[in-house]
């Protein structure tokens, strides 16, 4: 995955170099995690990001798209 580092972060799947695939295991989501799958797909120019949250009571994902995409 070191061929896929955005600056010095990396997301944890990059799917067909189209889809960033960002996991979590907290609580909740918050903004600070919807802010850093914007920043994987504004760096990138893609246009759809999946965040999934594994912890609670059962798994919760959110659709991200990036508008400013040029695809």
Do not use: C, W
């Not at 799917?15 to 295991?25: P, Q, R, Y």
């Not at 059962?58 to 991200?64: A, P």
């Amino acid at each position: 995955m070191d061929d896929d580092k955005i600056g010095k972060y990396s997301p944890n799947f990059l799917i067909d170099h189209k889809i960033v695939l960002e996991l979590k295991t907290v609580p909740r989501l918050l903004p600070i995690h919807y802010r850093q799958v914007r920043s994987y797909l504004k760096t990138n120019n893609l246009k759809l990001g999946i965040l999934v949250n594994f912890r609670g009571s059962k798994v919760q994902y959110k659709r991200i798209l990036n508008g400013n995409a040029t695809e």
